[in-house]
């Protein structure tokens, strides 16, 4: 069977990571569809599900956001992972209990877990308000994505779905 990797991206950062799951799913022994969100479309035909977005102002893009809304019904009828994208620095900001208000969509999707990974600014790529509110805040430019805690993750999930799977066989 076949998971759904999905992320809402602005800048290519947060779907850089989704990638990066569905390497990590693909290395554990599971076949993973890496799309946008927008392009997820019917997800009928997947095991699982791990939905990510890039989070700005504490929030998921619009495009996430809407993704959960449409689909929460198929969501939380099979296993399903949430990530969000966004703290940068170190240590990171914001906190990760100020980062993302995941608690609606862990609620609504039945989300087995969710997991706050660290960001990525590259000012070349923002607008002069972005930049602006970045400096105002002192966040700094960089890459702060963990690829070896992503990947660890990704690892977790394929050994959730493939004892699931192996579970239905007996």
């Given amino acids: 069977m076949t998971v759904l990797v999905a992320a809402a991206s602005k800048y290519g950062a947060t779907a850089e990571i989704a990638e990066a799951i569905g390497r990590g799913l693909r290395e554990g022994g599971v076949a993973a569809d890496v799309r946008p969100v927008g392009q997820a479309g019917n997800l009928s ?19 996430g956001r809407r993704f959960v809304d449409e689909h929460a019904e198929e969501l939380a009828a099979k296993p399903t992972w949430l990530f969000s994208s966004g703290p940068v620095g170190d240590p990171p900001k914001p906190e990760a209990a100020e980062a993302v208000q995941i608690g609606p969509l862990m609620a609504v999707t039945k989300a087995r877990g969710h997991r706050l990974f660290a960001g990525k600014i590259d000012k070349g790529k923002l607008g002069f308000g972005e930049r602006a509110l970045l400096l105002a805040l002192r966040v700094p430019e960089g890459d702060f994505r963990d690829w070896a805690e992503i990947a660890a993750w990704a690892t977790m999930i394929a050994g959730a ?7 239905d066989v007996r």
């Fill in 45 to 63: 035909g997947y095991a699982g599900v791990v939905l990510g977005s890039a989070v700005y102002v504490g929030r998921w893009l619009e495009p």
């Fill in 161 to 167: 779905i493939s004892g699931e799977e192996s579970s």
